[in-house]
């Protein structure tokens, strides 16, 4: 098959549905009031500008997001940044907020529902092929190779896959494969995983990113939506019961992803407050694993317009700098040292401070004499002059949330508490 001619039309052909209606609860209070992929990652960006932008730079122009957990900032973020696409071409990406559209009145109960419950907007557009993504992941991927290899293997369903230590499988659907990519398991979290041939130390594991031919994905959806016993998802429900049964392939990540150099293939599920917090100080590294700078395949979103970003004084004990670190737009930093930390956008660090490790979100305010070590503050925070956190555990754990690894989140309740 020559994919110079066949893709451009077949990736027409194809309809993306992002799933970003998730809770994201692992991330403790900054899902407060935002759902999971509305929060900011990497300085300028949202996590759901990854998934987005593999589509776009993919080719695919016709992209559904079904939201519903605290949509807001979700839906206001997608209106200013993705609504470039020509209309008049049939490109869009459209908000699909959940809308209880079957005949139980229900929000969505599982991933398979929630594709289910827009299932007569899907026949409306009429696609051979439906992309599925998670709308929370940190990545870069060819879609259209996967699809393409989708349409070389004749299968009715591909499952993009990524190997992972064998200790880690139990956080997600694993798959079995024979040697021509055949899945022969599909095991949600399991405790006992089945492992790669040949790997005994690791397993293939689902990225929750599939390809459906259409009129399949119907049948499988109508079917499941009659069996009281599923609880509508995916993973735990629509794949497992295929295998043996239908032509359901895994496709490793690493024939799909944008390689940054010789690194490994990049992914991450930042959904725990330690993955998130150690996949933007990565980016503060000399070579991270994700590269942000790559013209090729850009991370498209939209910001503020706020002025370049500022360093005043240079006196002996005064010095406004920031080192091995990431600073945005709209941030002043001064009189102070930054030390292998992100700034978020509108960042004002006072003088005589002191930040190391740290994640700081758009529009906080850092008074003088403060010190912060293996923190992330959250949007709009206002910490008072003096204050240390990540140097007494006992006390930050009295104040705040602190993670398993020790990373200590500060938000404006948890501050507004302290007396």
């Given at each position: 098959m020559?994919?110079?001619?066949?893709?451009?039309?077949?990736?027409?052909?194809?309809?993306?549905?992002?799933?970003?209606?998730?809770?994201?609860?692992r991330?403790?209070?900054?899902?407060?009031?935002?759902?999971k992929?509305?929060?900011?990652?990497?300085?300028?960006?949202?996590?759901?500008?990854?998934p987005?932008?593999?589509?776009?730079?993919?080719?695919?122009?016709?992209?559904g997001?079904l939201?519903?957990?605290?949509?807001?900032?979700?839906?206001?973020?997608?209106?200013?940044?993705?609504?470039?696409l020509r209309?008049?071409l049939?490109?869009?990406v459209?908000?699909w907020?959940?809308?209880?559209?079957?005949?139980?009145?229900?929000?969505?109960?599982?991933?398979?529902?929630?594709?289910y419950q827009?299932?007569?907007?899907?026949?409306?557009?009429?696609?051979?092929?439906?992309?599925?993504?998670a709308g929370?992941?940190?990545?870069?991927?060819?879609?259209s190779?996967m699809?393409?290899d989708?349409?070389e293997k004749k299968?009715?369903?591909?499952?993009?896959c990524?190997?992972?230590?064998?200790?880690?499988?139990?956080?997600?659907g694993?798959?079995?494969?024979?040697e021509?990519?055949?899945?022969?398991?599909?095991?949600?979290?399991?405790?006992?995983?089945?492992?790669?041939p040949?790997?005994?130390?690791k397993?293939?594991?689902?990225?929750?990113?599939?390809?459906?031919n259409?009129d399949?994905?119907?049948?499988?959806l109508?079917?499941?939506?009659k069996?009281?016993?599923?609880?509508?998802?995916?993973?735990?429900?629509?794949?497992?019961?295929?295998?043996?049964?239908?032509?359901?392939?895994?496709?490793p990540?690493?024939?799909?992803?944008v390689?940054?150099?010789?690194k490994?293939p990049?992914?991450?599920?930042?959904?725990?407050?330690?993955?998130?917090?150690?996949?933007?100080?990565?980016?503060?590294?000399i070579?991270?694993?994700?590269n942000?700078?790559?013209?090729h395949?850009?991370?498209?979103?939209?910001?503020?317009?706020?002025?370049?970003?500022?360093f005043?004084?240079?006196?002996?004990?005064?010095?406004?700098?920031?080192?091995?670190?990431?600073?945005?737009?709209?941030?002043?930093?001064s009189?102070?040292?930054?030390?292998?930390?992100?700034?978020?956008?509108?960042?004002?660090v006072h003088?005589y401070?002191?930040?190391?490790?740290?994640?700081?979100?758009n529009?906080?305010?850092?008074?003088?004499?403060?010190?912060?070590?293996n923190?992330?503050?959250?949007?709009n925070?206002?910490?008072?002059?003096?204050?240390k956190?990540?140097?007494?555990?006992?006390?930050?754990r009295?104040?705040?949330e602190?993670?398993?690894?020790?990373?200590?989140?500060?938000?404006?309740?948890a501050?507004?508490?302290?007396?």
């Amino acid at each position: 098959m020559n994919s110079q001619i066949i893709m451009p039309a077949e990736i027409k052909k194809t309809l993306v549905l992002v799933l970003a209606g998730g809770k994201g609860t692992r991330l403790k209070q900054l899902t407060d009031h935002q759902s999971k992929p509305a929060v900011p990652f990497g300085g300028r960006f949202r996590i759901i500008d990854f998934p987005l932008s593999n589509c776009i730079n993919s080719g695919f122009r016709k992209i559904g997001v079904l939201t519903q957990y605290k949509a807001h900032s979700l839906i206001k973020h997608i209106q200013h940044a993705w609504s470039f696409l020509r209309s008049e071409l049939n490109e869009f990406v459209e908000i699909w907020p959940a809308q209880q559209q079957t005949a139980s009145e229900s929000w969505y109960k599982g991933t398979a529902d929630a594709v289910y419950q827009n299932i007569s907007t899907i026949k409306s557009h009429a696609p051979k092929y439906v992309l599925i993504l998670a709308g929370d992941h940190i990545y870069k991927q060819d879609y259209s190779l996967m699809l393409l290899d989708h349409i070389e293997k004749k299968a009715q369903v591909s499952v993009a896959c990524i190997e992972v230590p064998v200790r880690e499988a139990s956080s997600f659907g694993i798959m079995g494969v024979d040697e021509n990519d055949n899945i022969t398991q599909f095991v949600e979290k399991p405790s006992n995983p089945p492992t790669i041939p040949g790997k005994p130390e690791k397993a293939l594991a689902s990225m929750g990113l599939y390809i459906f031919n259409t009129d399949f994905l119907i049948e499988l959806l109508e079917k499941d939506a009659k069996d009281e016993t599923s609880v509508h998802d995916f993973g735990k429900n629509i794949l497992p019961s295929l295998v043996g049964k239908a032509k359901i392939m895994a496709h490793p990540f690493s024939k799909s992803c944008v390689l940054n150099g010789d690194k490994e293939p990049y992914w991450r599920d930042v959904g725990t407050l330690d993955s998130y917090w150690e996949a933007n100080i990565d980016l503060t590294n000399i070579i991270p694993d994700l590269n942000l700078y790559d013209a090729h395949w850009p991370i498209w979103s939209t910001q503020e317009q706020l002025p370049p970003a500022k360093f005043v004084f240079s006196q002996d004990n005064r010095k406004g700098q920031a080192l091995d670190s990431l600073v945005s737009s709209g941030c002043i930093v001064s009189g102070s040292h930054v030390n292998h930390s992100l700034l978020f956008s509108n960042v004002h660090v006072h003088s005589y401070c002191h930040i190391e490790n740290s994640v700081i979100l758009n529009n906080c305010e850092i008074h003088r004499h403060v010190c912060l070590k293996n923190v992330i503050l959250d949007e709009n925070c206002v910490i008072p002059e003096g204050m240390k956190i990540g140097y007494d555990m006992e006390q930050d754990r009295r104040r705040f949330e602190v993670s398993e690894k020790g990373i200590i989140l500060v938000t404006r309740e948890a501050l507004a508490a302290i007396k």
